[in-house]
């Protein structure tokens, strides 16, 4: 049992709504069964190397690739890895869970906001 003060109001508790606490208990489930989640950006790029004679700096250019360019934040610093095919099938889930993991935390946010803002114990 929560010990609650009386501050000088009949509501003066913090009180979800049955639908919130389902939201909640929703993302909260979600989050759990989630898995690996890797941050950053996938993308599939062409690209030029650095030999002036090479194809790609040809008229008209045939680039190298497709490659699927990783690239993320690290250190402050953008950090771009170039991953196998391999690799692509074995992480792009990862990402694709990371995608998920920010909306349920925004979700969440959102949620937990809009709880806090309709407690009573505001404006006293
Ligand atoms: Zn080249």
């Known amino acids: 049992m929560r010990e609650t ?4 109001c009949d509501n003066d508790d913090v009180s979800p ?7 909640a208990a929703r993302i909260a489930r979600e989050l759990a069964a989630l898995g690996f989640a890797l941050p950053g950006t996938l993308a599939d790029r062409m690209t030029r190397c650095g030999r002036a004679n090479c194809r790609c700096h040809a008229d008209p250019p045939r680039l190298h690739g497709p490659y699927h360019q990783w690239t993320r934040k690290k250190n402050g610093k953008t950090a771009t890895r170039i991953l196998t095919d391999d690799q692509f099938a074995d992480y792009a889930p990862w990402f694709d869970n990371h ?3 920010r909306e349920l935390i925004t979700e969440l946010e959102a949620l937990s906001l809009a709880i806090a803002e309709a407690d009573p114990r505001w404006n006293r």
């Open 5 to 8: 003060g009386n501050f000088g």
């Open 99 to 101: 995608r998920r993991l």
């Open 17 to 23: 709504t049955p639908a919130q606490q389902a939201q």
